[in-house]
T-cell receptor
Framework: KNEVEQSPQNLTAQEGEFITINCSYS?????LHWLQQHPGGGIVSLFM???GKKKHGRLIATINIQEKHSSLHITASHPRDSAVYIC??????????????FGQGTTLQVKP | DAGVIQSPRHEVTEMGQEVTLRCKPI?????LFWYRQTMMRGLELLIY????????DSGMPEDRFSAKMPNASFSTLKIQPSEPRDSAVYFC?????????????FGPGTRLLVL
């Protein structure tokens, strides 16, 4: 079993729909990242969370440390949101160096 | 800032050849990471440096892979000899870790094809 599991693996939505991507992890962590990888391959860091919730535009990320679970929400989805969304956790056994463990990614396609 | 710079962007080589991938982190960052991404395995951490010192290389596949960071502004990942199964996209990322806060910034990646 992977230490970081994402669901769903693939997601197709219609433009305007509310989207949720989930990430569960089994190790102790000090932070969780949500990354976005565009079809061209570039990776962008969306959020870094250690507790609570963060919002940026139409994107919202939440984390529940006790349940070892995080969600990424996209409101009013748009075709340009089509990308692979990757959850990564900073394992808290990694000291002060930031080693990340990655989920397998969720491929999102938003149709017009 | 130009962001994390990687070169080359694409590399095609024949098996057995030596491949060197290069990375210039963002100025002022004190951590550098090398990742590999394949369809089968997704993103994997190969090695990371903190203040130019290799901290954890447990992700390096085998002895054919080596990484160096001679100074704060440059790192290399070398594969010698290369094999077809090394074909992947190799990302370099850098971050500045302070007070528990850290965001990694990824380079554009090097797409490697070993024939």
């Amino acid at each position: 079993k992977n230490e970081v599991e994402q669901s769903p693996q693939n997601l197709t939505a219609q433009e305007g729909e509310f989207i949720t991507i989930n990430c569960s992890y089994s190790v102790g962590i000090s932070a969780l990242h949500w990354l976005q990888q565009h079809p061209g391959g570039g990776i962008v860091s969306l959020f870094m969370l250690s507790s609570g919730k963060k919002k940026h535009g139409r994107l919202i990320a939440t984390i529940n440390i006790q349940e070892k679970h995080s969600s990424l929400h996209i409101t009013a989805s748009h075709p340009r949101d089509s990308a692979v969304y990757i959850c990564a956790v900073r394992w808290d056994g990694s000291g002060n160096t930031g080693k990340l463990i990655f989920g397998q990614g969720t491929t999102l396609q938003v149709k017009p | 800032d130009a962001g994390v710079i990687q070169s080359p962007r694409h590399e095609v080589t024949e098996m057995g050849q030596e491949v060197t991938l290069r990375c210039k982190p963002i100025s002022g960052h004190n951590s550098l990471f090398w990742y590999r991404q394949t369809m089968m395995r997704g993103l994997e951490l190969l090695i990371y440096f903190n203040n130019n010192v290799p901290i954890d290389d447990s992700g390096m596949p085998e002895d054919r892979f080596s990484a160096k960071m001679p100074n704060a502004s440059f790192s290399t990942l070398k594969i010698q000899p290369s094999e077809p199964r090394d074909s992947a996209v190799y990302f370099c990322a850098s971050s500045y870790r302070a007070g528990g806060r850290e965001t990694q910034y990824f380079g554009p990646g090097t797409r490697l094809l070993v024939l």
